[in-house]
């Protein structure tokens, strides 16, 4: 049994094109998509007419809530506010009533159970909770205080944008695949494929064992690679791999010229303002740009969400020239001075 796992596409037509494409290629037995359809980029309807269209297992991610929730006592605080919610504003002014009530009736997570393999959990978070998220170098004791509830032993989550595969172990023992030197759990690390290799021998001692499992982020990957991420699981015997099911990481170019272009020509930038262009950031640098400009903010006596953000983000600029790093790398701009 061959399971595709797609999640985090956020509006990003070409991205998703490229992965369905390798998809024919691979010819999966079955195809998952862990949630976020769509926002912030600006091809929702389109991608949801995709998936609709495709025959795969959909789950609902936080921001199909953000659209779903808007105007009701759910809301996301502020949502009101232009300044800073102003792509969900945009988004709610064009996502088309077929689009959203094909979102309105996804599941919040499955269990899957093929013949002759070990079930698989799945959330977009964890089981209730949509915005929990998962990192490779993540601590393993507070990695497990997210899972331990969870029956199965394979557990697929979606929502940092980064790949994982990690083996962990209810046990006095040490994860032997956290990093003895973790710093920052968002910091990105060069040689982050060096980390993608599971642990395949169950420490003695241990008295439960997940797998965890996140495919990466089709359209707004944020491990420093702007390929279009997924991955593929293979039913494997428990002696191979513990839980059953053994990863395998894809990574597909793809050309985001389109997808920047449209930030410019569908409105989106000037209709999200600082929050679009810290979007556009992570779609050009792959990269948590707008984690960072938050963290430089409440350690330099600025608050975004009490102060105009439009001049935080100018402080922010002017101490950190982001912006100068992320036209260097911008490939719009590129193709303008060739």
Known sequence: MRLAVLADIHGNLPALQVVQAELERLQPDFVLLNGDLINPMPFNNDVVDQVR????????????????????????????????WGILHWLVKRIGAVQ?????????????????????????????????????????????????????????????????????????????????????????????????????????GAESHWHLVNPGSI??????????????????????????????HQRVPYDRRPVLDAFHSEGLLEAGGVIAQLFYWELVTAEP????????????????????????FAAYDEATARKSYVNERDPLKAALST
Request: hydrophobic residues 35%; glycine residues 6%; contains cysteine.
């Open 289 to 312: 740009e707008i984690i960072q400009f938050f963290r430089w903010c409440w350690s330099n006596g600025h608050d975004p969400d009490a102060e105009d953000i439009r001049e935080s």
């Open 53 to 84: 269209a495709a025959d795969m297992a959909v789950v609902r991610g936080n921001h199909e809530f953000y659209l779903l929730d808007y105007g009701t006592e759910k809301a996301p605080k502020g949502a009101h506010d232009a300044e800073r």
């Open 219 to 248: 359209g707004l990957p944020l491990n420093g690679d702007t390929h279009a991420q997924f991955a593929l699981l293979e039913s494997v015997p428990d002696s191979e791999e513990p839980g059953g099911w053994k990863v395998q």
């Open 100 to 204: 959203a009530n094909y979102l309105a009736a996804l599941p919040d997570e499955l269990l899957l159970r093929f013949p002759g393999c070990q079930p698989i959990r799945v959330a977009h978070g964890v089981p209730g909770r949509n915005r929990v998220g998962f990192y490779q170098e993540m601590p393993a004791e507070k990695a497990i205080s997210e899972i331990e509830d969870i029956d199965e032993r394979t557990v697929i989550s979606a929502h940092t944008h980064v790949q994982v595969d990690r083996h962990l172990y209810k046990t006095d023992m040490a994860d032997p695949m956290t990093d003895p030197h973790e710093g920052n759990a968002l910091q990105h690390h060069e040689n982050a494929d060096d980390r993608l290799h599971p642990f395949a021998v169950q420490p003695d």
